[in-house]
């Protein structure tokens, strides 16, 4: 059945586990709307030009990518090459700006892109509540596999290695303090609004705790998309 999930929540509430578990659990594509921005921006080939090293600049400072470059060059292109191919989707924390989902007189949004490839009533709302605090503490202490990319959560003894493959973890350019604050303001004004729009538009927001294990938090998550 083709279905459509879009997970939303604050920076470190855990959109990105819950959409890996979705993907491996029960079939879904994981849109990671972040990590297709980060590799493009990171391929050298793309750092040539100066309008990738403009993206790069604004990505590393946490503030979300410029809109019309985002919804046009990642998302709606692959959006509709995995529908062609009947694939469900889940997105993790996308689309991120107002313009990115309800687009302007000139340009369809992922929104109006999605209700006419999949249908409005196979496209469901889920949020993720944790506090801004536990944002912060997520960020800042997880790490991820350099090699794999498999996220690593917050371990008292500190993990140095990868549990899957064994290779080096790092840490992301994203989650220092400094740049999750920015994050977390550039979530408040520009990506919470889109949950009031689509409201407006008769979308039911399904909200989940996100405090707990991720295990426990995708049992709701289950039940809320069943």
């Known amino acids: 059945m083709k279905k459509v999930i879009l997970i939303y929540g604050a920076p470190g509430a855990g959109k990105g586990t819950q959409a890996d578990l979705l993907a491996k659990k029960l079939g879904f594509y994981h849109f990671d709307t972040g990590k297709y921005i980060e590799q493009t921006i990171n391929d050298p080939e793309n750092l040539k030009s100066k309008k990738f090293q403009k993206e790069k600049a604004i990505f590393d400072s946490g503030k979300l990518n410029t809109p019309s470059w985002v919804l046009k060059d ?3 292109k692959n959006t509709k090459k ?13 689309p991120r700006t107002l313009f990115e989902a309800f687009g302007d007189e000139k340009t369809k949004g992922l929104i109006e892109t999605l ?3 999949y249908g409005k009533e196979n496209i469901g709302i889920l949020y993720l509540d944790v506090k801004s605090e536990s944002s912060v503490f997520r960020n800042s202490n997880r790490a991820v596999c350099s090699v794999c990319g498999a996220p690593v959560l917050y371990t008292e003894n500190g993990a140095q290695t990868c549990p899957f493959c064994g290779a080096p973890l790092r840490k992301r350019s994203l989650d220092n303090p ?13 990506t919470q609004p889109i949950l009031e729009e689509l409201k407006k538009r ?6 989940i705790n996100g405090k707990p294990e991720p295990f426990k938090v995708f049992e709701e ?6």
Request: net charge positive.
């Open 82 to 94: 995995l529908a062609k191919a009947g694939v469900r989707i889940v997105f993790s924390g996308s």
């Open 115 to 117: 209700e006419k490839l």
């Open 74 to 76: 990642i998302v709606i």
């Open 202 to 207: 008769g979308y039911e927001i399904n909200i």
């Open 178 to 190: 400094e740049t999750i604050k920015v994050r977390l303001e550039e979530y408040k004004n520009r």
């Open 221 to 226: 998550v289950k039940q809320k998309i069943n």
